[in-house]
């Protein structure tokens, strides 16, 4: 991190945070799994963007999980709000200075590949920068992007979840979406086209910096809905959060087994 651009406070600066969560909506009842250790707000660091979005708290979490020192952000900027890529990738480049090498990522998302369900769980292949904004304008430059969600890790994941009882994991191509409104059914189509699997309008800002910073990603989309034309029934956000907040404990689940493993797996 621009040492200038942020000052860490206190308790971040002398906690030793390995692995970092970001919550998306309605995921915040995740941080109930934790035990807490230090909380502090966004308001508290000059300069990070807050959100005004429904479900998204707006702090930095510190605490125990599954037996291992976790950061979590709980709630994001997004562009839709006005900000820019750098400014929803803010709390990622304050987590890298905590320490965290592994970050995860997750976020609410609509379903484009109709086999899919709604109150699962998408693990994270690869992304579609559609909104084609980057955290990485003004540089660095050219970063690769062959493999940004990491295969060691998706690999534990899935076999962890297997062991678990399966179920819960899909895998696919998140397409980010600039919002705030949610897809027509043609641009729905067309997503699925591109080689979409789900739709959402956030993560991919955090991805590309975490990778630009050197942390290994993760990423899970919950998959709160049908995309637009794939069901009868209009969209809500409140269909959203509820969704969400009813998976939120099947993943804290996995989570809970896995992070010990995941560190494991940084470490050889
Ligand atoms: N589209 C875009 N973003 C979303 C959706 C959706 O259907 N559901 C949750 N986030």
């Known amino acids: 991190m621009d040492q200038k651009e942020f000052r860490l406070p206190d308790v971040l600066a002398k906690s030793s945070p390995r692995v970092g969560l970001v919550l998306g909506s309605g995921l915040g009842s995740f941080v109930d799994r934790v035990r807490i250790g230090y909380e502090c707000a966004y308001s508290e660091i000059d300069g990070l963007p807050q959100s005004n979005v429904p479900g998204h708290e707006g702090r930095f979490v510190g605490g125990e999980l599954g037996g291992l020192e976790v950061l979590i952000a709980q709630g994001r900027v997004h562009v839709y709000e006005g900000w820019s890529a750098r400014e929803a990738a803010s709390h990622v480049r304050i987590m890298a200075a905590a320490g965290v090498e592994i970050l995860i990522v997750t976020n609410a998302a609509g379903i484009v590949?109709?086999?899919?369900?709604?109150?699962?769980?998408?693990?994270?292949?690869?992304?579609?920068?559609?909104?084609?904004?980057?955290?990485?304008?003004?540089?660095?430059?050219?970063?690769?992007?062959?493999?940004?969600?990491?295969?060691?890790?998706r690999a534990l994941l899935k076999d962890e979840q297997k062991e678990l009882g399966g179920g819960i994991l899909h895998e696919g191509v998140y397409a980010w979406v600039n919002g705030p409104e949610y897809e027509t059914p043609a641009e729905i189509r067309m997503l699925r086209t591109l080689g979409a699997d789900a739709v959402g309008m956030s993560t991919v800002p955090e991805a590309i910096q975490a990778r630009a910073l050197g942390l290994k990603v993760v990423g899970f989309s919950c998959l709160t809905n049908y995309g637009a034309g794939l069901t009868n029934q209009p969209l809500s956000h409140s269909e959203v959060m509820e969704t969400g907040e009813k998976a939120a404990g099947e993943l804290c689940r996995l989570l809970e087994v896995c992070i010990p493993a995941m560190v494991e797996i940084d470490n050889e």
Not at 113 to 134: C, T, V, Y
Not at 139 to 149: A, E, K, L, M, R
């Open 113 to 153: 590949n109709g086999n899919f369900k709604p109150g699962r769980w998408m693990l994270l292949s690869d992304h579609l920068n559609l909104a084609r904004h980057s955290p990485l304008t003004g540089g660095p430059n050219f970063i690769d992007q062959s493999t940004v969600y990491c295969p060691a890790l």
